[in-house]
């Protein structure tokens, strides 16, 4: 079975802190994924990666960045966290054509 | 640009019925493929099924089916026999089958209540 850990399920932070979300594959995937998911949004892709050192923006990048060094690998930072990324974030990962398989999510809180 | 669009509000359903959660789609790509995903009030999200544009067959996997009407852009989750662990908040998702842009837009959910 594939395996997406994400490193804490829950995760309470202060504002202006610089917070590190960490998720890992054991299935070699190319392709990785964060999003976050808020009540009544649905989940929204923040940053995606295909290849290892490889990055693409998604549809909520402000506020973010990702570091992907190695391949099994995907790595979420909050350059300085504010209020308003208070939420679920989920890590998933896949290759080629098969379903994300996804992490059991952080919840992040900031204060 | 792609969109899934889910509207009914929160859903009931006795034990052992079947119930269909709805979901239209958005896309101007002929090749794309459909998701269903299951997220427990723990968190995770669970794959349950999926649905090519191009398969002519409606997807099964267990209990779960898909009815896909294309020409209405319409891909619903059935499930039958509902058990009270199917309560969860249930989610569709569209992938243009476009090489490496493998991107999901997700719907914004559907939360199921399986009643005893």
Request: proline share 3%; aromatic share 12%; glycine share 8%.
């Amino acid at each position: 079975d594939v395996k997406v850990t994400q490193s804490s399920r829950y995760l309470v932070k202060r504002t202006g802190e610089k917070v590190f979300l960490e998720c890992v594959q054991d299935m070699d995937h190319e392709n990785m994924f964060w999003y976050r998911q808020d009540p009544g949004l649905g989940l929204r892709l923040i940053y995606f990666s295909y290849d290892v050192k490889m990055k693409e923006k998604g549809d909520i990048p402000e506020g973010y960045s990702v570091s992907r060094e190695k391949k099994e690998r995907f790595s979420l930072i909050l350059e300085s966290a504010s209020t308003n990324q208070t939420s679920m974030y989920l890590c998933a990962s896949h290759r080629g054509y098969q379903p994300q398989h996804f992490g059991d999510g952080t919840r992040l809180s900031i204060l | 640009a792609q969109k899934i669009t889910q509207t009914q509000p929160g859903m009931f359903v006795q034990e052992k019925e079947a119930v269909t959660l709805d979901c239209t789609y958005d896309t101007s790509d002929q090749s794309y493929g459909l998701f269903w995903y299951k997220q427990p009030s723990s968190g995770e999200m669970i794959f349950l099924i999926y649905q090519g544009s191009y398969d002519e067959q409606n997807a099964t996997e267990g209990r779960y089916s898909l009815n896909f009407q294309k020409a209405r852009k319409s891909a619903n989750l059935v499930i039958s026999a509902s058990q009270l662990g199917d309560s969860a908040m249930y989610f569709c998702a569209m992938r243009a089958s476009t090489g490496a842009n493998s991107k999901l837009t997700f719907g914004k959910g559907i939360t199921l209540s399986v009643r005893p």
